[in-house]
């Protein structure tokens, strides 16, 4: 088993370099990058940086100009050569300057997101599991009765609204705006201005009602899958020899469940424990867009839309070995719930 641990470590080098090198070089060659966004500054255009913007700008940027941008940013020179160069010299581009906050590297960008995400990640999805777990339990002990089916629908229903539009109801309903029913949490962002200067108990009050519809949303996101997955799971193990045999010594099903069905039953809930890494580093794009949230979903976001390269390939980076190790972490919960789990390294 061990052989098997070493070798995905191992894997997790050539497919970073594979994922790395394809999006650096979809980077490289996509219209309206920095070179285009710094001349359309230069015409006293805004926004855009397509190849008709420039097209159609004034005059007045001399051919010299763009080839100083093209030798600044480095598009001179071949691609692999600027790959290498990002890998190696500028740390996976972590030590490179932002193209938009040119005083400050990618990594201090990052690095100053990942506290608000972590904050939301690591909370919605302890929530998710301490509500799904029960409530799927409940709902496999409960088949078929008006509670399973009730249940079930209010699942259904929450797993059919997309996260930004729950999170634009939310707000609407609570958070103080013109059509808003009523004023009870801020509309957005991760704190109050106030709340550099207050106590640890009035920041973490503040910090809570900020994070109240937020996390609402990230929980709403894997409700249905959770529930019905751990009752599906817990479900299939009941009608086990094991069960039956256990049910027959005399065991109460509450016991046959507990003692026995629930661990192996948890083994396909095992799957999603990995993937939390990524969720507590990069964010929720979408909610945190929603809700204003200066997190790392936000910053993708923004390095997107702003071409913003050198902070969208440190974002990559960071999201890319964090899933690949997320997949690990997924092998090791098999093996911990259930010690019976070999792998081979063949």
């Not at 969720?279 to 997190?295: D, H, Q, R, T, Y």
């Not at 390269?309 to 690949?324: A, E, K």
Request: hydrophobic share 45%; proline share 4%.
């Amino acid at each position: 088993m061990l052989r098997y641990f070493i070798k995905r470590l191992v894997l997790v080098i050539p497919t970073f370099i594979a994922i790395t090198v394809l999006c650096f070089g979809i980077t490289q060659f996509v219209p309206g990058g920095p070179v285009e966004q710094r001349l359309l500054q230069a015409r006293g255009l805004e926004g855009g940086g397509t190849a008709q913007a420039i097209s159609t700008a004034p005059s007045g940027v001399s051919e010299q100009l763009r080839l100083d941008l093209i030798r600044h940013y480095g598009f001179d020179r071949p691609v692999f050569e600027r790959y290498c160069k990002w890998l190696i010299n500028d740390r996976m581009g972590m030590t490179m300057k932002s193209y938009k906050y040119t005083d400050k590297t990618a990594w201090e960008l990052i690095s100053s997101r990942i506290p608000v995400s972590l904050w939301f990640g690591i909370t919605g999805f302890v929530l998710s599991y301490l509500i799904c777990i029960p409530l799927g339990i409940a709902k496999a002990m409960r088949h078929g009765t008006r509670f399973d089916l009730a249940s079930s629908a209010i699942i259904f229903i929450g797993y059919a609204i997309p996260a930004f539009a729950l999170g634009m109801v939310l707000k609407m309903l609570f958070c103080g705006t013109v059509d808003s029913l009523w004023d009870i949490f801020p509309t957005g962002g991760f704190e109050s201005a106030q709340a550099a200067n207050a106590s640890a108990w009035q920041t973490f009050k503040d910090r809570a009602m900020h994070m109240a519809l937020p996390v609402t949303c990230y929980v709403a996101g894997n409700f249905a899958i959770l529930s019905i997955l751990m009752k599906n799971s817990l479900l299939d193990q009941m009608q086990c020899d094991y069960v039956r045999t256990v049910l027959s010594k005399g065991a109460t099903r509450a016991q046959a469940v507990c003692r026995h069905a629930l661990r192996n039953a948890l083994i396909p809930i095992a799957t999603g424990f990995g993937g939390v890494l990524t969720v507590m580093f990069a964010g929720s794009v979408v909610i945190e867009k929603v809700f204003e949230i200066p997190g790392m979903g936000l910053l993708s976001l923004e390095s997107i839309e702003t071409r913003d390269y050198p902070v969208f390939m440190g974002i990559l980076s960071l999201t890319s070995v964090l899933g690949m190790l997320g997949q690990i972490v997924s092998d090791l919960c098999y093996v911990i719930i259930d010690p019976r789990i070999r792998f081979t390294g063949r």
